[in-house]
């Protein structure tokens, strides 16, 4: 759903700090 793909964001920016 969205709040997947919020999270994959999320998860994707957490990543990148």
Partial sequence: GLF???K???GH???SI
């Fill in 4 to 6: 997947d793909i919020v």
């Fill in 8 to 10: 994959k964001i999320a």
């Fill in 13 to 15: 920016i957490a990543s």
